[in-house]
């Protein structure tokens, strides 16, 4: 771990009387890792600092507390004009914050931003830097990794896991910049009708990465209860008034409803006074569901959570882009084991995924 901070270890040590080879025989780590966490020369993973606090009879926060200097650090923000509460992680040696907005706002902060400058800025963090830097980054549009994130929190073990929702071009550009540890993505090359490989080579060419198969989906139109303006395939979406909900640009849903009214000789701007953007599988759905659209193009799972009525359009690959120097580390063995599970299957089968290929390597991308 990289972050180091000034501690009580020794003092609630020598207060138990216990010495450090009695400390570490206790906890199951090395006398020379008890003496360079004393010094504070490193710093311990979370399982180590929850066995010492339990051996010494105190909290972590009181045997790791923060002095008031070690609780404000310098990060760089995910995007411009950040304020407020921030999730926070430890993404290829920096700092990273992001907002808590939209569907995170009801999620505990991490810390609070107190000013910025530029893409920087200072945070006060509201939970041990040490817990912090264990945080791992799930970046994707897929409910799943919302519900992988889920399962992996409630299971022991050290570090907590973050879905931030993102559009698929969006969490690839973070995965370059080193603002996540994982990128989902379901993007088809209009040329080739390639999935996914050739926008990873374009936008992770620096980097080696590998795609790991979450699973696969249907996309295709959604439209209100009832029918009400006859949708019955994508040549209907260009009907004069038709209000749509849509993905932002960089999504991979924004970029199939492009294709399919090319296809049908029309495009978005024809529609542009009708348009309603929106972030998403989730909330193309729930805008049809309240009303404010009258149809859009998300996935399968997507009309199931809201009850809408669906029609697809394509199956789609949904992969998992991975920096291959993580993959090796034990928070990525346990995310990708539990990939592996009959229940976390299940689960993803009962809303609408396919996953017969769930942990199937597709590819491997060398930096260029």
């Known amino acids: 771990m990289s972050t180091s901070l000034p501690n009580r270890v020794r003092a609630l040590r020598e207060s138990a009387q216990l010495s450090q080879q009695a400390l570490a025989d206790a906890i ?34 009181s045997l790791f507390g923060q002095s ?16 407020g509460r921030v999730a926070l992680a430890h993404v290829q040696g920096r700092w990273v914050s992001y907002p808590l907005e939209r569907d995170l706002t009801g999620r505990c902060a991490d810390a609070l931003v107190t000013r910025s400058r530029g893409r920087k800025v200072e945070v006060e963090l509201l939970r041990p830097a040490p ?38 071009t969006h969490a690839l550009q973070s995965l370059a910049r080193g603002q996540t540890h994982l990128a989902g ?36 139109i959604l439209f209100a209860i009832g029918n009400p303006k006859g949708v019955r395939q994508a040549a209907d979406l260009q009907r004069k008034g038709m209000r749509l909900a849509v993905r932002e640009s960089g999504s991979g849903a924004r970029r199939l409803m492009e294709r399919e009214l090319q296809r049908c000789g029309g495009s978005l701007e024809v529609q542009s006074d009708h348009l309603l953007e929106v972030r998403g599988h989730l909330e193309v759905a729930a805008a049809i569901s309240m009303g404010a659209a009258d149809a859009g193009i998300a996935t399968r799972d997507a009309a199931i ?18 920096p291959k120097e993580l993959q090796r580390e034990a928070r990525m063995q346990r995310l990708l084991d539990l990939m592996t599970t009959l229940a976390f299957r299940k689960e993803l089968s009962a809303i609408g995924y396919d996953v017969r290929s769930c942990g199937e390597r597709i590819a491997e991308e060398s930096a260029a």
């Open 28 to 61: 199951q780590i090395t006398r020379q890792s008890v003496h360079l966490i004393e010094t504070g020369r490193c710093s311990p993973s979370v399982d180590v600092a929850l066995r010492m606090a339990q051996v010494l009879d105190c909290s972590v926060e």
């Open 68 to 83: 008031p200097r070690e609780q404000v650090l310098w990060s760089e923000s995910e995007s411009s004009g950040l304020t």
């Open 131 to 168: 817990a912090l830097s264990e945080q791992t980054v799930l970046m994707g549009c897929a409910q799943a990794l919302g519900l992988l994130a889920d399962r992996l929190n409630a299971r022991s073990g050290s570090g907590r896991y973050l879905w931030l929702p993102r559009a698929s």
């Open 185 to 220: 993505v379901h993007l088809t090359d209009a040329k080739t009708g390639i999935d996914n490989l050739p926008d990873v080579r374009r936008h992770a060419k620096n980097q080696d990465v590998q795609l790991i198969t979450l699973a696969r989906w249907e996309a295709g």
């Open 305 to 322: 959570a809201f009850g809408l009525p669906f029609i697809p359009l394509a199956e789609e690959r949904y992969d998992l882009v991975i």
